[in-house]
């Protein structure tokens, strides 16, 4: 960085122009006065090679930002919580947010790309899983910016009880289903950002009235990365 | 960094000037070259990492079938890889995307396995049954990633079929996933497609008991950055 000159003041008197002109700040090149507190990144500054810079001269979080959030401790959903005729809405303000896979994020500029996703260990209480008579099952919904049909997820079977008949033959108790799945958003705009999964189950009269199915969720986590 | 102020009453003369000037100076000098460049670029200064991205969101059902001549080690669609047509990334069958300087592709798939299809209506006997896919991509008319992606699940055997009614359709419920992502450093050049194959095997010795897989809805993207502008 090239070094502010002493000031050589000519007139005899003060003249405020050479002042201005001799001192404090008077752009030239190279700069020779205050104008070196600008910033102070010339072609010296460059790195070794051409169009480069070296990766101080940049703040953190230029080009990229993440967010990850994890939790170890169960996370309990009650399919009483979500009884209703229409398993299928994608009414959020109706659906049941699994608060351990929800968040809010500040998206500090505008974002070329946007990729987020989930990954948990479940565990549900459900008699059968899909399309039958009787049928109990639980799904799962992304939200980032609306709802994500495409990451639309339904959970296996993992009913504790194996012994009773009616309940038998559909699941393990120690077996947690594992699901992680990802999606991008491109061009998001900079700002507070929403990203939540929300829950709805589809069970029995008979088991509604137990009050007993939940969704267990013992571990798991969300996360984004967003890149300029 | 501070200048004594001139007091009420006090002449402003070339000297006291030149000090001021000469105590500012002297503090500037000092200042470090990395102190004054560190941090000094951020996102208002620097371009986007970005070149390229795109992303599809698949609602409509593919349909995987199995075949006895599956062959793992496959590099095209024979060996029982068929391709997933709605996964297809292409810029809208415009040739590809350009790829003006070498650098990374990231590319990603998420896959609802959510139901199969048996020849009989016993199910999977063993739990040998099992989906394929495969996220690869043609760059410069030529398929890449073909063998190192795939990924699998298997079909779960139902655990007390006895006490079931064999026609339920719990038998053929997966709901499984199968998830991907790579990072690829590429050259400058055209990344005509993005896309996924997949298939369906029996891993088991005997013969296979299923006749298709479902994959009920998926995501697939990518984004590209030049690591030389």
């Known amino acids: ?228 | 960094m501070s200048v004594d102020t001139p007091g009420s009453g006090d002449l402003i003369t070339k000297t006291s000037v030149e000090s001021m000037h000469t105590s500012v100076a002297g503090v500037i000098n000092d200042v470090k070259q990395g102190q004054m460049g560190g941090s000094t670029l951020g996102p208002s200064q620097l371009p986007s990492l970005i070149h390229t991205a795109d992303t599809l969101s698949i609602t409509s059902a593919e349909t995987v079938t199995f075949d006895d001549s599956f062959d793992e080690t496959s590099i095209d669609t024979s060996g029982g890889w068929a391709r997933l047509s709605s996964y297809n990334l292409d810029n809208g069958g415009t040739g590809g995307y350009e790829l003006p300087y070498p650098g990374f592709i990231y590319a990603y798939c998420s896959l609802r396995v959510s139901e199969w299809l048996a020849f009989t209506s016993l199910g999977s006997e063993d739990g040998n049954e099992q989906v394929w896919a495969n996220l690869w991509y043609q760059k410069d008319s030529v398929n890449q990633k073909l063998q190192r992606n795939s990924r699998f699940i298997n079909i779960k055997k139902p655990t007390h079929a006895v006490f079931v009614d064999a026609s339920s359709d719990d038998f053929f419920t997966v709901e499984d996933t199968i998830s991907i992502a790579w990072l690829e450093e590429v050259t400058a050049g055209t990344l005509n497609l993005i896309t996924i194959t997949a298939a369906g095997n029996y891993g088991g010795a005997s013969s296979t008991n299923a006749n298709t897989a479902t994959i009920a809805n998926g995501t697939i993207g990518f984004f590209y950055i030049p690591k030389v502008v």
């Open chain 1, 1 to 228: 960085m090239p070094l502010i000159s002493p000031m050589n003041l000519l007139s005899t008197t003060v003249d405020p122009q050479e002042v201005y002109s001799e001192g404090l700040y008077a752009p030239a090149n190279p700069p020779d006065s205050i104008e070196v507190l600008n910033g102070g990144l010339d072609s010296s500054n460059y790195g070794d090679a051409d169009k480069t810079l070296p990766v101080w001269t940049t703040k953190i979080g230029s080009f990229a930002a993440g967010f990850y959030s994890g939790f170890d401790s169960w996370d309990f959903i009650y399919a009483n919580q979500s009884f209703d005729s229409d398993d299928a809405t994608t009414d959020l303000s109706i659906r049941v947010k699994h608060s351990s896979l929800s968040s809010k994020i500040f998206l500090p500029w505008d974002a070329s790309v946007v990729l987020y996703g989930f990954q948990a260990f479940f565990r549900q209480d459900a008699t059968q899983v899909f399309e039958e008579d009787n049928a109990q099952y639980w799904n799962a919904q992304v939200d980032f910016g609306g709802i994500q049909e495409s990451l639309y997820t339904v959970f296996p079977r993992s009913r504790a009880d194996e012994d009773e008949e009616w309940d038998s033959g559909l699941a393990h108790e120690e077996y947690w289903p594992y699901v992680t799945k990802q999606h991008m958003s491109t061009s998001v705009a900079m700002g507070y950002k929403n990203i939540s999964m929300s829950i709805w189950s589809k069970i029995s009269a008979e088991s509604f009235a137990e009050r007993k199915e939940k969704l267990l969720t013992p571990t798991g986590a969300i996360w984004i990365l967003a890149i300029r």
